[in-house]
């Protein structure tokens, strides 16, 4: 009968060891791709941190401002911003991300290892060199604008705004245009697209039947989807829909208005519907 019992008690424990096991190989196949991670990111932080002992001319691999203008958009190519966010905010190349050098630990998964990666600085800097030669290293298809964002403006090439509507230029870029206006324009046969700029959660609980919604952090990599006809842009905020408006003016579209009354004024004048 003793016998019986520890048989019975081996064949119990196996599935039981077999799952503490596999648990162990789990965790550390995790806990060693976390290691791998940290560990090249340490590394480029170290490389950073003594760029002064770095040689002066890191040699990488380079593209032109006219290189980087044919490739916005393209779906192979991932253009990766490394200046700070108030740079960055202030003037920016069309559809490119934003990651900021001292931001890079949290956000080193947003690079598309599946891409052509364009680096783009300032301008020539040895912390952006570095970077890119460091993750060339790490077999990335990644190269570095020449001249940075500096020399691209140089060469006349277009850079997309905030759209601050305290800045006079801006004012230019837009074409204003009431509620009572539109409704007057609709009446006399004006065709519009009605894009609505507003988060996707606003637009879901309440819209106009027919409009299209293209929140303004999508307007620029919305370019292509764009109907054909006059555009008027709308949101809650006047100032989302003109920051929008400017956006598609910087893309080299014109063809639209922004209307200067909230989305609910323009509901309630075009349908006569008080809220």
Request: aromatic content about 8%; proline content about 4%; hydrophobic content about 35%.
């Amino acid at each position: 009968m003793k016998t019986k019992s520890k048989s019975q008690n081996i064949q119990f424990l196996k599935p039981l060891l077999f799952g503490i096991i596999l648990i162990i190989l789990i965790t550390g196949y995790f806990l060693a791709k976390t290691w791998h991670t940290k560990n090249h990111l340490a590394e480029l932080e170290k490389k950073l941190q003594n760029k002064n002992q770095q040689d002066k001319n890191i040699e990488v691999e380079t593209v032109t401002p006219e290189n980087v203008y044919q490739w916005i958009n393209k779906p192979n190519v991932q253009l990766m911003d490394i200046r700070n966010n108030k740079e960055y905010q202030i003037k920016h190349i069309e559809s490119s991300i934003n990651i900021p050098l001292n931001s890079l630990k949290k956000n080193i998964n947003k690079f598309n290892k599946d891409k052509q990666i364009i680096i783009i600085d300032r301008e020539n800097t040895k912390e952006g060199k570095i970077l890119v030669d460091h993750f060339k290293k790490e077999g990335l298809n990644i190269k570095y604008l020449e001249g940075g964002i500096l020399k691209y403006a140089q060469e006349n090439y277009p850079l997309i705004t905030n759209g601050d509507p305290s800045i006079k230029t801006n004012l230019l870029k837009v074409k204003p245009i009431t509620a009572e206006e539109v409704k007057k324009n609709l009446l006399s046969g004006k065709v519009f697209s009605f894009i609505d700029t507003r988060p996707p959660l606003s637009y879901n609980l309440d819209k106009i039947n027919g409009s299209i919604n293209i929140p303004l952090e999508k307007i620029e990599t919305s370019k292509d989807s764009l109907p054909a006809h006059i555009l008027l842009l709308y949101d809650n905020s006047p100032e989302r829909s003109f920051k929008a408006g400017v956006k598609l003016y910087d893309m080299g579209i014109s063809n639209f208005y922004v209307c200067t009354d909230t989305y609910e004024q323009l509901k309630q004048t075009l349908f006569n519907k008080q809220k």
